[in-house]
Structures are given as C-alpha cells and as structure tokens.
C-alpha cells in the first residue's frame, strides 16, 4: 500500500506560479512511475505529467513549456512546478503513484488549485 500526500495548492493570480508536492509513504524509486492529475468542476480527470523510475517525464500537450514534474528520491517526495497558471488551469490536483503490478494503483486525496484575480 502506498500512502500520497499532496500540498502547496491554494489561490495563485493569472499569470503566477504554485509548487505542488507529493509525499509517498514508499521510495519513490520503488514505485514504477508517479504522477500528477487534474480534476475541474464538471470535467474528467485528466493527466498533468508523469516521471518513472527511470526518469522519463511526460506531459499532457496543454501544459507542455508550462510545468515541469520532478523527483527528489531522498526525500520522497514528487513535485509539480506549474508557471503562467491560467484560469483554465484552475482544478484539483491529484498525487498518482503505479506500482509495477495491475490494480497497483494509488491516489493522494487531492489539493485545490484556485487561479483568480
């Protein structure tokens, strides 16, 4: 069982930046690939950008230039640096953990991200 822990939403102004972070009960290196996703009001969930194990990041075409996901295997932890943030980008975020087996597949309980003036 993998344990997530999401923090650093909040209210960010158009055109500001958050620093979202995910803390996992595991090492990180010994989940197979992690992840962030997005959930607006009345929208599906959908995939911000994820890392493997190995290091290979990839990013929904809507945040390409915009975010940047990274790993910090020391401390556990997953992070999301999000620039430019638009309206449109407002949504809460969720922490995704896959492990290497099917049904292996683990949520942090989500933080909001509000982009407003």
């Known amino acids: 069982q993998v344990q997530l822990v999401e923090s650093g939403g909040g209210l960010v102004q158009p055109g500001g930046s958050l620093r979202l972070s995910c803390a996992a009960s595991?090492?990180?290196?010994?989940?197979?690939?992690t992840g962030w996703y997005r959930q607006a009001p009345g929208k599906q969930r959908e995939l911000v950008a994820i890392?493997?194990?190995?290091?290979?990041?990839n990013y929904a075409d809507s945040v390409k230039g915009q975010c940047t996901i990274s790993r910090d295997s020391a401390k556990n932890t997953v992070s999301l640096q999000m620039n430019s943030l638009k309206a449109e980008d407002a949504a809460v975020y969720y922490c995704?953990?896959?492990?290497?087996?099917?049904?292996?597949?683990?949520w942090g309980q989500g933080t909001q991200v509000t982009v407003s003036s």
């Open positions: 995704n953990a896959d492990g290497y087996y099917p049904g292996e597949k683990y």
């Open positions: 595991v090492r990180v290196l010994q989940i197979y690939r």
């Open positions: 890392i493997n194990n190995s290091g290979f990041t």
